[in-house]
């Protein structure tokens, strides 16, 4: 397995495939592995001749200063994770490496709506910053596909946005939420709960799943309502949002008929730590 630190590297080595006419998958990933990443990694393992991963932990998507600095970063345990999966290829640059100071780009990428709402609301400039390190990552790696995971349910439908914004030629694979055994959605900042949180972090998918059947005879409004209240019952825990939305949209429904296909968008703080997870309702026949 190859590791590059460096822009120039980075665009030789995939010169070097395209000449050769190889099929590249490509993992974006901020490190600190687990087996949600990995999945994505295995996917693209099968479907590439070659695969790409990078692991750069974006400062520019952080609002928060404090959650950039305490985002776990475990390089050497990734690389040999990487190295196990078959992994052809690890981009992992400095800062600097990416964002130059004299090169510095202050573009404002055109989202749309679905980057407005839920994140986009309670993160400003999140997601403008997920877009600019996906900009320069698409165009470095130029891959056939790049895998994501649904988890990050709302970052998907950005990313397709950008794509088409930017007139990008990769094909976006979403990939199934990866969970622990009790059901909690598998995600770096896991390893940020202390044990008592981690007692409690597999209630907001337990509460989820019992939302699915509690909805099919009562209201958006109603389900929205109990999903808060049970969650915010727990000592602990907290909901900053809980949004039941069009899946293809992301905009809120006020009734079940509105759309064929519904899913419920939450983050919950448990502690100082923000997770977030969604669940399907309604899906198109």
Known sequence: MKIIRTLYDMTEYRVRQRDRGASVGFVPTMGALHEGHMSLVEKAVKENEVV????F???IQFNNAEDFEKYPRTEEEDFKLLAAAGVDAVFAPTASEMYPAENDNCKEYKLGNVAEVMEGKYRPGHFQGVARVLDILFRLVNPHRAYFGE????????VRNLI???GLNVEIVACPIKRAADGLALSSRNARLDSEQRQLAPEIYATLKYSVEYS???SVQATHDTVVERIDA???MKVEYFEIVDARTLQTVDEWEESNWIVGCITVYCGE????DNITYRLPN
């Open 52 to 55: 790409v991963v990078s692991l």
């Open 57 to 59: 932990v974006n400062p």
């Open 151 to 158: 988890k990050d349910f709302q970052q998907i439908a950005v």
């Open 164 to 166: 088409k914004s930017e």
């Open 216 to 218: 099919k005879d009562h």
């Open 234 to 236: 727990i000592p602990g």
């Open 273 to 276: 730590v923000r997770l977030i």
